[in-house]
């Protein structure tokens, strides 16, 4: 089949004119395989991403290493990496134990990770909702004392599998409660993708107040393929940060039905449709994408990824 090129620009109201991708592939994307990636292969990974243009690339966690086996190779990764100017390398801290590790690693920015309900704070954090804010609260004082930028995730803000339906006042209060530890940037997850774009809006109409959605990002998981639908919908209630994973990898081994996230090339895809620029070269992540699935031996479930290497236009391979 011919390539069909890029999609043609064609305007559409009330949108940003830029949007930051911050690119999780490397830990959200990898966190989740069931196999141990050797760090020379993670490495490779998040160079090639810097190489297509991204500027936000989340590198690891350095979380409790029986917890997150995949990812126990963290401070490796980073004394190996070759870390760029101009490229923020975020990586997941929950405590000042992790803190202590990632600044001996000399990271510049760290994401802190709470939940809207308590049934998953107790399953990824072993706390309680307010027992896991006091264990953030030292961590992002000392991190920001220190100069480091923090992000704070916010999972489970739509559906929960074992608590159902989240309401919104819960996930504001709990949003307002890590925004006011001094963190710079919220990201809200969609951990099992069941969000509808709706939801996004009303979730997004009432957190505006109080919060400057300027320093907000979205965190969306395609399990029932609404990702990029809730993208759209969250772009257009005056979001500009997008969190995607190259290929769609991704997931979390402590939330039962979380798949891949928003896969980067779909986004994209439609940002590029939309005339909004990322910096992202599309054709070398795709490339980056089929190499990532051949090292993990299945194939990328992104769609734009899969139409692309047909297509030939990627010059993957
Ligand atoms: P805990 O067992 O309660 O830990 O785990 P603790 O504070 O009781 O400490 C127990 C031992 O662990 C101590 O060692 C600590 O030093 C050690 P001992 O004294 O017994 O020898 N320890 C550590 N070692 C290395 N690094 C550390 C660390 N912390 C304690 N950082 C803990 C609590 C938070 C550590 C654990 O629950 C944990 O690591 N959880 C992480 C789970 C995780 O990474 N989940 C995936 C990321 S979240 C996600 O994917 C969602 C997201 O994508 C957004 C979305 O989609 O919604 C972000
Ligand atoms: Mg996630």
């Not at 990764?77 to 990586?91: N, S, T």
């Not at 957190?207 to 809730?230: E, P």
């Not at 991704?250 to 896969?263: D, I, K, M, R």
């Amino acid at each position: 089949m011919a390539a069909i090129g890029l999609p043609d620009v064609v305007a559409f109201t009330g949108l940003p004119d830029q949007v930051t991708i911050c690119e999780v592939g490397p830990r959200d994307g990898l966190q989740n395989e069931s196999t141990i990636v050797p760090v020379e292969v993670k490495i490779e990974f998040i160079e090639r991403l810097v190489d297509a243009g991204h500027r936000v690339v989340e590198a690891t966690s350095f979380v409790h290493p029986k917890w997150i086996p995949q990812l126990a190779d963290a401070e490796q990764l980073l004394a190996k990496l070759d870390r760029r100017d101009g490229v923020r390398y975020p990586v997941l801290v929950p405590n000042l134990k992790g803190l202590e590790r990632a600044l001996d690693a000399g990271v510049e920015e760290i994401s802190i990770f709470g939940s809207a309900t308590e049934a998953f704070a107790q399953r990824n954090l072993n706390r309680s909702v307010a027992e896991s804010i006091e264990m953030f609260a030292p961590v992002v004082a000392t991190a920001r004392e220190k100069g480091l930028r923090v992000r704070a995730y916010l999972s489970m803000c739509f559906g929960d599998p074992w608590e159902g339906r989240v309401p919104i006042g819960q996930v504001v209060a709990v949003a307002h409660r890590l925004m006011a530890l001094g963190c710079t940037e919220l990201s809200l997850g969609d951990t099992i993708g069941v969000a509808t774009p709706g939801q996004v809006q009303a979730l997004l109409a009432d957190l505006r107040t109080g919060q400057d959605l300027a320093q907000v990002s979205v965190h969306f998981h395609d399990t029932y393929g609404q990702a990029l639908a809730n993208t759209l919908a969250a772009l257009q209630s005056g979001v500009s940060i997008v969190d995607a994973s190259a290929g769609g990898l991704g997931g979390c081994p402590y939330a039962e039905s979380a798949t891949g996230n928003l896969a980067t090339e779909d986004l994209i895809w439609q940002l590029t449709g939309l005339g909004i620029n990322t910096g992202v070269d599309l054709d070398k992540l795709v490339a980056t994408s089929l190499w990532m699935a051949r090292q993990l031996g299945r194939p990328s479930p992104s769609r734009v990824v899969q139409a692309l290497a047909g297509s030939g236009s990627s010059g993957a391979g």
